[in-house]
């Protein structure tokens, strides 16, 4: 009953920046956690940044004081400002949020994913 649709993604240069958006639509009865994996190609899929409803955030350690990750909890919309890009960024991007019903049962939705390609 929630759709992602993310945007943004595209090619850039190393220690270059995006923006990715993800917005939201659909019926829940709340959307709790929002946040952004990636996967390269070879790898699994791992986590990038969370954020709760409340604000608190988790990043990993490799984008940790590159990425920033922020929300609009009106529109339920999420965002990962990406800033000084490597190569090693270079992945599929997917938005995820975790949402509510009314029996308060939780479900993890999934974006179809926005490439980025960090490469000079």
């Known amino acids: 009953q929630v759709q992602l649709v993310e945007s943004g993604g595209g090619l850039v240069q190393p220690g270059g920046s995006l923006r990715l958006s993800c917005a939201s639509s659909?019926?829940?009865?709340?959307?709790?956690?929002m946040g952004w994996y990636r996967q390269a190609p070879g790898k699994e899929r791992e986590l990038v940044a969370v954020?709760?409803?409340?604000?608190?955030?988790n990043y990993a350690d490799s984008v940790e004081g590159r990425f920033t990750i922020s929300r609009d909890n009106a529109k339920n919309w999420v965002y990962l400002e990406m800033n000084n890009l490597k190569l090693e960024d270079t992945a599929v991007y997917y938005c995820n949020a975790e949402a509510l019903n009314l029996r308060r049962i939780a479900t993890t939705y999934w974006g179809q994913g926005s490439q980025v390609t960090v490469s000079s």
């Open positions: 954020i709760s409803s409340g604000g608190s955030t």
């Open positions: 659909g019926i829940a009865y709340s959307i709790d956690r």
